[in-house]
């Protein structure tokens, strides 16, 4: 039971996924880490709550904002280290 739950599951998250590609168009590399990466763990949530889809975008969306903030705060240290 548990693995038909996870197969289940993963089918849905890998759909969800590629739905959503189709939607946001070509992404951008830097743009899309987050977005599967969120996109997998709401996903798989969402399932949990009969909603994988709505799962699946709000964690794309999560992730792309985590993943964007990270990288802004990445460049901000890479201009404050001072270089010799």
């Known amino acids: 039971?548990?693995?038909?739950?996870?197969?289940?599951?993963?089918?849905?998250?890998?759909?969800?996924?590629?739905?959503?590609?189709?939607?946001?168009?070509?992404?951008?590399?830097?743009?899309?880490?987050g977005c599967i990466k969120g996109a997998i763990v709401g996903g798989i949530a969402g399932h949990m709550a009969h909603h994988g889809v709505l799962g699946a975008a709000g964690g794309c969306a999560v992730g792309h904002h985590?993943?964007?903030e990270k990288e802004r705060?990445?460049?901000?240290?890479?201009?404050q280290t001072p270089h010799h």
């Open 66 to 68: 985590m993943a964007a």
């Open 1 to 33: 039971m548990k693995r038909h739950i996870l197969s289940a599951a993963a089918g849905l998250v890998l759909s969800a996924t590629a739905g959503l590609g189709l939607i946001a168009g070509v992404a951008v590399p830097a743009q899309a880490k």
């Open 73 to 79: 705060q990445k460049q901000m240290d890479q201009q």
